[in-house]
C-alpha cells in the first residue's frame, strides 16, 4: 500500500514534463542526461538484449520508473534487466516496475547529494542481485553483486580492455563496447 505522500508524487510524476525521483518524501529532479550518459544507456541496453534474447527475460530503459517497496524509493535506472516476468505496480496505472534482477545507472557529472542515498535503496529491492554503475566520462564500472552470506561484493573495472562480467546470469559486457562511440576525458 502506498502512503498518500507516494501517491501524490506519482500523480504528479504522471503528468510533469520532467522526470524527478521520489525517497524519503523528498522529491528530486534528475538532471538532463548529456549526449554521453544516452549513449553510454543506449550501448548498455543494447549489449544486454542481444545476450539475453530467447530467455525469456526482459531489458527495459530509463522511460521505466521503478519503486523500491518499503523503502520510499521511486527511481529511474538507465537500464533494467528483469529475469522472469515483469511486474508492475498495480494501482491501475501500470508503469511503475517493481522487480528488476539488474540496475544500471550512468553517473552524471557532477553527481546529484541525493544519490548516494538512492543506491543504497536499490539493495532494498529482493529481486535486484546486481548494480552496475557506469561513470560518465571515463571508462570505469563499478558492480556491486548480492553475496550468498547476505553481504554486498564490489568490483571495479577500468579501461577500455577489461571485461565487466556477471558470471550466475551469464553475461558479458565489454567497457569497449560499453563506451563505443562515447568521448572520453580520462
Not at 525521483?21 to 548498455?44: C, D, I, K, R, V
Not at 520510499?72 to 516476468?85: A, E, W
Request: include cysteine; proline fraction near 6%.
Amino acid at each position: 500500500m502506498l502512503s498518500s505522500s507516494e501517491q501524490a508524487y506519482l500523480a504528479a510524476e504522471r503528468l510533469a514534463p520532467g522526470r524527478s525521483e521520489y525517497l524519503h518524501g523528498a522529491t528530486f529532479a534528475l538532471p538532463t542526461p548529456t549526449p554521453a550518459h544516452t549513449q553510454l544507456a543506449e550501448n548498455t541496453a543494447t549489449l544486454l538484449a542481444g545476450q539475453v534474447q530467447g530467455r525469456g527475460w526482459t531489458v527495459l530503459g530509463d522511460a521505466t520508473r521503478l519503486h523500491a517497496l518499503g523503502s520510499g524509493l521511486f527511481t529511474y535506472p538507465d537500464v533494467l534487466l528483469v529475469c522472469g516476468k515483469v511486474l508492475l505496480l498495480a494501482d491501475g496505472h501500470r508503469d511503475t516496475l517493481l522487480n528488476p534482477t539488474v540496475l544500471v545507472k550512468v553517473l552524471p557529472h557532477p553527481m546529484p547529494a541525493h544519490f548516494q542515498d538512492v543506491f543504497e535503496a536499490y539493495y532494498d529491492i529482493p529481486t535486484v542481485q546486481h548494480v552496475v554503475l557506469l561513470t560518465e566520462y571515463a571508462a570505469r564500472v563499478s558492480l556491486g553483486s548480492r553475496a550468498a552470506e547476505g553481504g554486498l561484493a564490489v568490483q571495479g573495472f577500468t579501461g577500455l580492455d577489461a571485461v565487466l562480467t556477471i558470471a550466475d546470469l551469464d553475461l558479458v559486457l565489454p567497457l569497449a563496447d560499453l563506451y563505443q562511440h562515447v568521448a572520453l576525458r580520462a
